[in-house]
């Protein structure tokens, strides 16, 4: 089950951080002080940059497709016996 809510930022930071109506944030905490670091979506550039040193990654480590699509099937179900 997800819970969504909202806050709200003065214009001046929103305006300074370019930050829209539903922007979304990452939110950081070392249990005294929060970070929100805003989330954007990469340009098209950008995530093929993303890919190519994931799979230049993957190759210095030896991993293969199958590797990877195994690790995600094992990460999906511990999260789902923790909860």
């Given at each position: 089950?997800?819970?969504?809510?909202?806050?709200?930022?003065?214009i001046a930071?929103?305006r300074?951080l370019?930050?829209?109506?539903?922007?979304?944030?990452l939110?950081?905490?070392?249990n005294?002080?929060?970070?929100?670091?805003?989330?954007?979506?990469p340009?098209?550039?950008?995530?093929?940059?993303l890919?190519?040193?994931?799979?230049?990654?993957?190759?210095?480590?030896?991993?293969?497709?199958y590797?990877?699509?195994?690790?995600?099937?094992?990460?999906?179900?511990?999260?789902r016996?923790?909860?």
């Amino acid at each position: 089950m997800c819970i969504f809510f909202g806050i709200v930022l003065p214009i001046a930071i929103r305006r300074k951080l370019n930050l829209g109506e539903g922007a979304q944030f990452l939110v950081l905490t070392d249990n005294e002080n929060i970070l929100l670091k805003p989330v954007r979506e990469p340009s098209l550039d950008e995530f093929y940059s993303l890919i190519e040193q994931a799979q230049k990654t993957a190759a210095q480590l030896g991993l293969a497709e199958y590797d990877i699509a195994m690790e995600i099937k094992a990460m999906r179900a511990e999260k789902r016996m923790a909860g």
